[in-house]
Antibody, heavy 123, light 107 residues
Framework: QVQLVQSGAEVKKPGASVNVSCRASGYTFTSHVMHWVRQVPGQRLEWMGWINAGNGDTKYSQKFQGRVTVTRDTSASTAYMELSSLRSEDTAVYYC????????????????WGQGTLVTVSS | DIQMTQSPSSLSASIGDRVTITCWASQSIASYLNWYQQKPGKAPNLLIFGASTLQSAVPSRFSGSGSGTDFTLTISSLQPEDFATYYCQQSYTTPLTFGGGTKVEIK
């Protein structure tokens, strides 16, 4: 069965960076795009970007451009999301989510999700 | 960016009730509209994609309709496990955007 397992909660100071991992199993990792979505407490879900796990291509929301970097390690079937220059407003649960189709064209639909990683930014 | 608006933001209903949630897009998105259910402390779960196609293993009491800018999620007979927050999401173009959510509570 498809599973996405994320790394544990993080507490960071303003200005720092955070790296969240997402280990995939139960399917061919390189056949799907992996998205990153966040949820600030009490607010709507927010799409951050995706990585084509096959060829490493990325696409980011302009809101996070320059601060977010998504990478992958195909040998470990793991995707990573790094968010830099953290501020208090970045306190949120961060999710990885698999795209529902096998790569091209990207469906931009999320059929499996990780359990979420709480990132708290506080001085 | 395409703005997604949901109504109502919350509703109270009883077991067995028919529930309808509406989602509007700020511009036409054809049928590129998905619905998710989220329970407290859990990740969202895909219910419907392409405005009206039921995801595998989702009960048939859930249905979706609409195209262009106006969309609807209907639960034909509300069950105890359906109390949750529901989100619409457009997959027409990036940045992908979500509605503000509709919380379905027990009356």
């Amino acid at each position: 069965q498809v599973q996405l397992v994320q790394s544990g909660a993080e507490v960071k100071k303003p200005g720092a960076s955070v790296n969240v991992s997402c280990r995939a199993s139960g399917y061919t990792f390189t056949s799907h795009v992996m998205h990153w979505v966040r949820q600030v407490p009490g607010q709507r879900l927010e799409w951050m970007g995706w990585i084509n796990a096959g060829n490493g291509d990325t696409k980011y929301s302009q809101k996070f451009q320059g601060r977010v970097t998504v990478t992958r390690d195909t040998s470990a079937s793991t995707a990573y999301m790094e968010l830099s220059s953290l501020r208090s407003e970045d306190t949120a649960v961060y999710y990885c989510a698999r795209d529902s189709t096998e790569v091209v064209p990207v469906a931009d639909t999320f059929d499996y999700w990780g359990q979420g990683t709480l990132v708290t930014v506080s001085s | 960016d395409i703005q997604m608006t949901q109504s109502p933001s919350s509703l109270s209903a009883s077991i067995g009730d028919r529930v309808t949630i509406t989602c509007w897009a700020s511009q036409s998105i054809a049928s590129y509209l998905n619905w998710y259910q989220q329970k407290p402390g859990k990740a969202p779960n895909l219910l419907i994609f392409g405005a009206s196609t039921l995801q595998s293993a989702v009960p048939s009491r859930f249905s979706g309709s609409g195209s262009g800018t106006d969309f609807t999620l209907t639960i034909s007979s509300l069950q105890p496990e359906d109390f949750a927050t529901y989100y619409c999401q457009q997959s027409y173009t990036t940045p992908l955007t979500f509605g503000g959510g509709t919380k379905v509570e027990i009356k």
